[in-house]
């Protein structure tokens, strides 16, 4: 499967009660194939992914998997503290059917480029898969400029892409991009796809991201890579003001697993605490939003 195009990042789905929903997830999951993405990534970080115990991670990875059965690629969630934990993670990864990993750098203290560099060397030794090196500080607490990037990718054959959410993402694209010397280093807008346009015209690959209409997604990197810029911009600024809502930092998951219960995917928006919860005024923004922008439900 190649790393390129649109990857959905799935919500992990919950009950009413909290606990995993098995058969909301699969038909997350259709509902993300009939929009006609490339990949999903499963255990990202809006997949809450921080309130699920190893156990859990690890039934929904293989629910994953097993539900998509090779019809497009599938991307893990397997970012750790540690470097023993991180390879742990992706070798239940590879063995469960992925194609890929993601992960971002461990967190510790007084974390320098060299340590980092080592923790994708030391992965990339010990399990062969393909890495998207996940550029996100508010996860690894440290912001990888773009020289490292490309370091990582010149040392690491198998770390030649990135989820980059650092912003600006389309000048840091472009930065990250000219130091590749000749190599194909392949770069996902993140961010719920509010920079998905510049993001492309900067030279990247596409998206990884969560947003909850994918198909738009899928437009405009369709006809993008068409040669059809207007009407890839045409397409993104329609539905940008959804992306922008959606992607509202502290609420935003619950927006996406609300927008996702409407479009019938998700039995129930729960969310795990302590994650907020929409209130009146949200529903009612959101509602307004949805009409405005006239997306298909």
Avoid at 117 to 126: I, K, P
Avoid at 171 to 179: D, N, P, W, Y
Wanted: charged fraction near 25%; hydrophobic fraction near 45%; charge should be negative.
């Amino acid at each position: 499967m190649q790393l390129e195009g649109v990857y959905s990042v799935l919500p992990t789905p919950f009950d009413s009660s909290g606990n995993l929903d098995d058969d909301s997830l699969r038909r997350v999951i259709d509902l993300f194939i009939g929009a006609g993405v490339n990949g999903v990534t499963a255990l990202g970080v809006t997949g809450e992914v921080a309130r699920l115990d190893d156990s859990e991670r690890r039934h929904v990875l293989d629910v994953v998997t097993s539900h998509v059965n090779g019809r497009i690629g599938v991307v893990a969630g397997t970012t750790a503290e540690g470097t023993r934990t991180c390879v742990g993670y992706s070798r239940h990864a590879k063995d469960a059917g992925a194609t890929a990993v993601m992960v971002s750098p461990p967190r510790m203290l007084e974390l320098n480029s060299d340590a980092v560099v080592r923790h994708f060397h030391t992965l990339a030794d010990a399990v062969d898969v393909e890495i998207v090196v996940q550029d996100y500080p508010p996860v690894s607490g440290y912001a990888m400029e773009p020289s490292l990037l490309a370091r990582i990718a010149k040392e690491i054959p198998r770390a030649r892409t990135i989820k980059l959410e650092d912003p600006p993402t389309p000048f840091k694209t472009a930065r990250i991009l000219e130091r590749a010397d000749g190599m194909e280093i392949r770069i996902f807008g993140g961010l719920g796809g509010v920079f998905l346009l510049e993001e492309l015209l900067a030279g990247a690959t596409g998206a990884m991201t969560g947003f909850a209409f994918p198909e738009v997604l899928v437009e405009i990197v369709t006809l993008f890579r068409a040669g059809r810029v207007d009407d890839a911009a045409e397409a993104f600024y329609r539905g940008v003001p959804l992306m922008r809502f959606e992607f509202q930092e502290g609420i935003g998951m619950a927006i996406r697993k609300e927008v996702l219960h409407r479009r019938g995917a998700l039995a129930s928006p729960a969310t795990r605490p302590p994650a907020a919860q929409l209130d009146t005024t949200t529903r009612e923004a959101l509602d307004r939003v949805l009409a405005w922008t006239k997306v298909k439900r």
